[in-house]
């Protein structure tokens, strides 16, 4: 089985991954452009073959026109497990910066933390294996390549993970908005962490919670009350990643 993405962006990480093997390249006939002649040169370096289709053409196969002249088959993604992840980081010499996503439903919000994740060097990203978004093309597109980069692990109980990682000595830190939680900026971040983020509606299921170390809120100055899920996991990422450095 192959997986399709499509954009420039998502298309170029496609063909340097190194965890999928890109299988063919197809461009948009008749359409002269500098990135899509990049494109070519970047697949005929690492020996994808390459053909030209009409709009048309391209437009089934991403399901909608807005591909931007380009589609990328590819090898289908495969998730890590936990034990890999967490091989994974006990061979680096890096405290743990995991993000777990707790009923992310929405695949733009999805790919949209994925490129947080990976800006932010977060070492993978967990998800649930039910009420969860799958790895799409769009989730690729919208993390613009960064699916290619960041560790995504799948896990099939969300609360015997959050568990498993504080066995590890990881410390469990769920975002959740109400009076209580703990300022994100007056806590350390600094050494083993998990952050857990909840749905876009919802927020943290309370089972979620149950099993989180502690809670933390966002301080916000305006009138609503809270921020969309893949803001409020960038902020609480970088707010992470600015505490390490």
Not at 102 to 112: E, F, K, M, S, Y
Not at 126 to 146: E, Y
């Amino acid at each position: 089985m192959a997986d399709r993405i499509h954009g420039i962006n998502a298309v170029s990480e496609g063909l340097r991954s190194s965890r999928r093997r890109p299988l063919a390249l197809l461009l948009q006939k008749n359409h002269p452009s500098p990135r899509l002649a990049q494109l070519l040169l970047e697949g005929q370096k690492v020996g994808v073959p390459v053909s030209y289709r009409d709009k048309r053409e391209l437009d089934r196969l991403a399901g909608h026109g807005h591909h931007q002249g380009a589609v990328l088959e590819i090898e289908s993604f495969a998730y890590l497990s936990l034990q890999d992840l967490l091989t994974r980081w006990r061979t680096s010499a890096d405290p743990a910066f995991f993000l777990v996503l707790d009923g992310i439903t929405d695949p733009h919000n999805l790919g949209a933390i994925l490129r947080s994740a990976d800006g932010a060097g977060c070492q993978g990203v967990i998800v649930p294996k039910d009420r969860s978004c799958p790895v799409t093309a769009t989730v690729d597109k919208v993390s613009a390549g960064a699916l290619e980069h960041v560790p995504l692990c799948q896990v099939t109980n969300l609360s015997r993970t959050l568990d498993a990682l504080r066995r590890e000595g990881v410390w469990v830190y769920g975002l959740a908005g109400e009076t209580g939680a703990a300022d994100l900026y007056a806590t350390d971040l600094s050494g083993n962490l998990a952050l857990v983020v909840g749905s876009e509606g919802a927020g943290l299921r309370p089972n979620t919670r149950s099993h989180c170390d502690l809670l933390l809120a966002i301080s916000l100055r305006g009138r609503v009350a809270s921020l969309n899920a893949s803001v409020a996991a960038s902020v609480a990422l970088f707010e992470a990643l600015r505490q390490r450095r």
